[in-house]
């Protein structure tokens, strides 16, 4: 039995001891390690896995010359879904370790958000691996192992990533008191099984996109489902959030968010291209971002100038997905990109652009922030790098300002009223008259059983507007221009009428193209 197979089978027993040796890495000596396997996993790939030593020798670069880490970076190419895995999807074979579709447990495809879907490949081994990786979230976080727990899956179910890997990682650890749902993304299936089971269960754990969760939620409550009496945890993913919004759930669901016994609310980030949790939240992380919303230096110390929304902040482990920024030394670091340092992986990656905004942040850097503002933590920390994440910046345009999602997010959950009759999907878009004059629209699904309220309809505009003048792009280079035609226009759609739904959708858009 291999050394990875051993501490596999220590981890699976013992996920106290991987707390433990979470909390007392050495930062700097895990930095060299993960270096080092960044380097290995090079040279493992370009040996054996045919379509990378074809494209790397199309670039010029001889493996022979990839000693150090500097070499890595130097010579070592990027590569991206489009040059590298599209090309070979009918001969996916050449994208696999040997050539060949040997020891395969899973077939997945990405989502299909950028164009066709993608096929992904994972070995028995890669399985086992996420599998560990829940089955520590679920002890440390929900406790399953002690309370009788019902999972609620209500990610996308299918040959897509998300919702079936997390039901096939629950059912490889379920125990006799844990049961699993998978309603998928269906509200009256999901509500179906809240109602005729909550009462069996001692907690709830709700798993799904953001906008899906916030409303399953609202209509059970509205149902009379008393998730606000009950232990729940939410684990969702696919999209950032703004702290507003887990502000926003945990009043629903009866949850302090500084004593994880009365539930918790926790993202995590995963891509077809690597499998689930490549990133992950924690207690920790969640204070640094919700203390750097109340205080402008830490922001700035922790997550750069000019940030006016915070981007999601996430720790992970280097010596299993190594992390580099597209541009280190610009102050726009640009997207992450990553090399999956796992000899079991049948479909390596090595320097891999996820087309992800973000940005790596050193441990130390985030910990001598947190000292010199005078703030302390709960615990001790994974002693792990963090790692920002943005998403694929979809935004508008007005006039040279952007204008992102995040900032109509925060007005809708941040005002009693308009949480409680807009179901948090809309659109926002920039139209241009037959002057060329532009003009900022957002429009917005009303819930179910709502009217259109002319008064409720003004004050909405009122605060988008409010907000937007909170941003100094808007508020110097727009609004003093161009006065009160840069004053957003906000439009309310009843339920059924909303023109925006697209059930095929897996993941929520919330830009209109033009």
């Given at each position: ?5 051993i501490?596999?089978?220590v ?18 000596l ?9 380097v ?7 040996k ?10 199309e ?11 500097e ?14 895995v599209?090309p ?23 989502s ?28 440390r ?25 997390f ?7 379920a125990?006799?008191?844990t049961?699993?749902?998978?309603p ?34 609202e ?21 950032g ?15 302090d968010l ?20 490549l ?5 920790e992380?969640?204070?640094?971002r ?8 830490l922001?700035r ?6 940030v006016?929304?915070l ?13 580099e ?14 090399t999956?340092?796992?000899?079991e992986?049948k ?19 985030v ?14 920390p ?10 694929r ?21 941040k ?21 060329l004059a ?5 429009d917005?699904?009303l819930?179910?059983?709502v009217?259109?309220?002319e ?6 505009e ?27 226009h ?14 095929e959708r ?5 830009i209109l193209q033009?």
């Open positions: 039995m291999s050394l990875s197979n501490l596999k089978k981890a699976l027993r013992s996920p106290g001891l991987v707390q433990w040796g979470l909390r007392h890495l050495n930062p700097d895990l930095d060299r390690r993960a270096k080092q396997r960044a290995a996993q090079f040279q493992l790939t370009v054996r896995v045919p379509a990378y030593k074809k494209l790397v020798s670039h010029g670069t001889n493996p022979d010359d990839i000693k150090t880490f070499d890595f970076q130097k010579r070592v190419p990027i590569i991206d879904k489009k040059s590298y599209l070979h999807q009918n001969k996916i074979a050449e994208l696999c370790v040997d050539g060949n579709l040997e020891n395969v447990g899973l077939v997945m495809t990405s299909g958000y950028s164009g066709e879907p993608t096929y992904w490949l994972r070995s028995h081994e890669e399985l086992d691996q996420v599998t560990l990786s829940t089955l520590y979230g679920f002890k976080y929900y406790k399953y192992h002690l309370r009788h727990t019902l999972v609620l899956n209500c990610l996308y179910i299918g040959i897509y990533i998300a919702g079936f890997r039901a096939q990682a629950v059912q490889r650890i125990r006799h008191n049961t699993l749902a998978n998928g993304i269906d509200f009256d299936m999901a509500l179906s099984v809240l109602k005729k089971l909550h009462n069996d269960y001692e907690q709830i754990v709700i798993s799904g996109f953001p906008p899906f969760i916030k409303g399953i939620v209509k059970a409550l509205k149902a009379g489902v008393p998730l606000d009496k009950k232990i729940v945890h939410v684990a969702t993913g696919g999209e959030f703004s702290e507003a919004y887990r502000t926003y759930l945990a009043k629903l669901l009866n949850i500084n004593n994880p016994e009365t539930g918790t609310i926790i993202s995590s980030y995963g891509a077809a291209d690597v499998d689930l949790n990133f992950f939240e924690t207690p992380t969640i204070l640094i919700r203390t750097a919303e109340q205080d402008d230096e922001r110390m922790v997550f750069g100038d000019g006016d929304t981007p999601m902040l996430f720790q992970y482990v280097p010596a299993m997905t190594f992390v920024n597209e541009n280190p030394h610009a102050k726009d670091k640009g997207c992450l990109v990553i999956t340092c796992n000899s992986s479909m390596p990656l090595v320097r891999y652009n996820i087309h992800d905004l973000g940005e790596t942040i050193p441990f130390k850097r910990m001598d922030a947190i000292e010199k503002r005078g703030h302390k933590l709960l615990r001790r994974y002693r792990l790098p963090f790692v920002t994440l943005v998403g910046k979809a935004g508008i345009s007005y006039n040279g300002a952007n204008i992102y999602p995040e900032y109509i997010q925060d007005v809708i959950l005002d009693r009223e308009l949480s409680e009759n807009l179901t948090g999907l809309f659109r926002l878009h920039v139209d241009t008259d037959e002057n532009q003009r900022i629209f957002v917005f699904q819930k179910e059983n009217g259109l309220d008064n409720m309809r003004s004050r909405c009122d605060v988008v507007y409010q907000k937007l003048m909170t941003k100094g792009e808007y508020r110097e280079g727009i609004e003093k221009v161009f006065g009160k035609e840069a004053r957003p906000v439009v309310f759609h009843l339920h059924d009428e909303y023109p925006y739904s697209e059930p897996i993941k929520t858009s919330y033009s």
